[in-house]
């Protein structure tokens, strides 16, 4: 079965920073790419970002590019986002998505609350 659990959010002032994990398990990690998604209150999914399955390519959002880097640890199997200068507008759940065989996997999320 194949599951993801994010963990790492929390409420950070802005300008501040966090780093979220995914651990990943049920599917040979190291052959998906991985990706992180995005819910703001009362908003659609955004995607954030991708990297490929050895880590050797990443994707971000415009919006994002400069401030959220993803990577991951495949011997962990572990994806992860770190999060720099932090604005309110980020302010979301967070989850991190696979798709494996052709059917896409969601953890649960971990919500990241930007605020003063």
């Known amino acids: 079965e194949v599951q993801l659990v994010e963990s790492g959010g929390g409420l950070v002032q802005p300008g501040g920073s966090l780093r979220l994990s995914c651990a990943a398990s049920?599917?040979?990690?190291?052959?998906?790419?991985m990706s992180w998604v995005r819910q703001a209150p009362g908003k659609g999914l955004e995607w954030v970002s991708t990297v490929a399955y050895d880590g050797g390519s990443t994707f971000s959002a415009e919006s994002m590019k400069g401030r959220f880097t993803i990577s991951r640890d495949n011997a962990k199997n572990t994806v992860y986002l770190q999060m720099n200068s932090l604005k309110s507008e980020d302010t979301a759940v967070y989850y991190c998505?696979?798709?494996?065989?052709?059917?896409?996997?969601w953890g649960k999320g971990t919500l990241v609350t930007v605020s003063s």
């Open positions: 049920g599917f040979s990690f190291v052959d998906y790419a």
């Open positions: 998505n696979a798709e494996v065989s052709k059917r896409y996997y």
